[in-house]
């Protein structure tokens, strides 16, 4: 399978504990985005990156969140001192550098459960 | 600002019947992509069609064909023989064209049922 994976799927944790989810995107794709979508809605941008480069953080992203790709391939995002507001699908998504016609590919998700 | 608005929360379609899903966006810059996404209850986002705002013909791919008229600002999608795998929830979104890397911008959805 050469699409976008996450892991974990599910992860359901108690407030104030410190959550990391990571996400491979496509072999070839340089950019990798974030997103946060809760129950009902369409999914939020969070952050994006290009090769290792963090262009771009929405302000939904608070101090409490952090993340990384070290080497430009894989990502990481971590939530620290959950709160119950957190509680969420994370969609990563991934894309080449092709002009206007982006498409950004998505993975299956991790959906965040904070007690 | 940029956004996309769905206005239809829920529609019903019989099974192979076609289906419009309406979209409308709001955009002052002149160059934007327009997508649609399938999310099943699995959550996966599934990209279903792209429609560039200088293209000059409608996109189709496969059963999903995009209404694009450019004067209105909106973008339907439309699903002809509706199957019963295409019960899901669909997103219209655009490319953010003043971001660089393009952010998507996605509206409320649109949960689609079909009946056998």
């Known amino acids: 399978d050469t699409g976008v994976s996450q892991n974990p799927r599910h992860k359901i944790t108690k407030r104030g504990q410190n959550v990391t989810f990571r996400c491979d995107p496509i072999?070839?794709?340089?950019?990798l985005y974030w997103y946060r979508q809760t129950l009902g809605q369409g999914p939020e941008f969070l952050t994006y990156?290009?090769?290792?480069?963090?262009?771009?953080k929405s302000r939904l992203l608070s101090d409490r969140f952090s993340a990384e790709r070290p080497k430009g391939s894989f990502s990481t995002l971590e939530i620290q001192r959950t709160e119950q507001g957190d509680s969420a699908m994370y969609l990563c998504?991934?894309?080449?550098?092709?002009?206007?016609?982006?498409?950004?590919?998505f993975g299956p998700g991790t959906r965040l459960l904070v007690l | 600002a940029q956004k996309i608005t769905q206005t239809q929360p829920g529609m019903f379609v019989q099974e192979k019947e076609a289906v419009t899903l309406d979209c409308t966006y709001d955009?002052?810059?002149?160059?934007?992509?327009l997508f649609w996404y399938k999310q099943p209850s699995s959550g996966e986002m599934i990209f279903l069609i792209y429609q560039g705002s200088y293209d000059q013909q409608n996109a189709t791919e496969g059963r999903y064909s995009l209404n694009f008229q450019k004067a209105r600002k909106s973008a339907n999608l439309v699903i002809s023989a509706s199957q019963l795998g295409d019960s899901a929830m669909y997103f219209c979104?655009?490319?953010?064209?003043?971001?660089?890397?393009?952010?998507?911008?996605f509206g409320q959805g649109t949960e689609l049922s079909v009946k056998p």
């Open positions: 990156f290009q090769n290792e480069a963090q262009l771009e």
């Open positions: 979104a655009m490319r953010d064209p003043a971001v660089q890397g393009g952010k998507l911008i």
């Open positions: 998504a991934s894309s080449p550098t092709l002009g206007q016609q982006e498409t950004q590919y």
């Open positions: 955009t002052s810059d002149p160059s934007y992509g």
């Open positions: 072999s070839e794709h340089n950019r």
